[in-house]
């Protein structure tokens, strides 16, 4: 094995996976475009320091950089991945008895219209409720691209996401997620880190039912008329 070839492949599949371009990598973690494609094509003995700037930039830990889930090459939040519109992909329930707010989004979010959107309708509900009220549950397990694959935010995505969050945190005493990969629970960790959610959050990703019952435990509930185990 060639570490340093399949050390670019993962680069390469995790940057795909997020729909970022080598020059918004190279950006995000302060390298040259041109030292990004080395890296990737396996052409660059790269130092520790500069694998720390590449996973930061991703938005994963060290750990997770060589860890054993993988994706495939196909780059993603390209216009096929969008044919069905992001209104008929969003769903959301209110259980004003246990006071659980559930979303789920299948699909990609094609950009910040996306966003604002969801904000709209969700904290809309939230400002009926007092500080810290609701719980919140979000379904992202099908958050997937027109390959079938699971993908996670684009950086602009997670940049819009981390204000959400921060006006949701306002409302929210718990927060459970529901996760596509661990590569989800990566991001997620790190945009709840950024917009001061963390400590009310938990990412999740395991079999779907064992995922969904430890999410209905840490919320009390026993079921919820949007999420659903798959079948």
């Known amino acids: 094995m060639d570490i340093c070839l399949e050390f670019g492949q993962r680069v390469k599949e995790l940057r795909a996976r997020s729909g970022m371009s080598q020059e918004q990598l190279a950006y995000r973690s302060g390298l040259d475009r041109t030292y990004i494609s080395g890296v990737e094509r396996g052409e660059r003995n790269i130092s520790l320091v500069n694998i720390q700037k590449i996973t930061s930039a991703l938005q994963v830990t060290m750990s997770y950089m060589f860890s054993v889930e993988r994706f495939s090459l196909t780059p993603t939040y390209l216009p096929k991945d969008f044919k069905i519109p992001f209104k008929e992909r969003f769903k959301y329930n209110l259980d004003p008895e246990k006071k659980v707010l559930a979303f789920s989004v299948s699909g990609l979010f094609s950009g910040k219209q996306d966003v604002d959107y969801l904000t709209s309708v969700i904290l809309g509900i939230c400002s009926a409720y007092g500080p810290n009220e609701l719980d919140i549950l ?56 950024t917009s001061g959610i963390f400590d009310k959050a938990t990412h999740l990703y395991d079999k779907d039912k064992d995922m969904i019952g430890r999410a209905f435990s840490l919320l009390d509930i026993h079921s919820n008329a949007l999420i659903k185990p798959a079948k």
């Open 138 to 193: 979000v379904d992202h397990r099908e958050m997937k691209a027109s390959d079938g694959e699971a993908v996670v935010y684009s950086p602009g995505i997670a940049e819009q996401a981390t204000i959400f969050q921060q006006e949701l945190t306002k409302y929210s005493n718990r927060v459970v997620a529901l996760c596509n990969s661990e590569f989800m629970v990566q991001q997620l960790n790190h945009v709840a880190k």
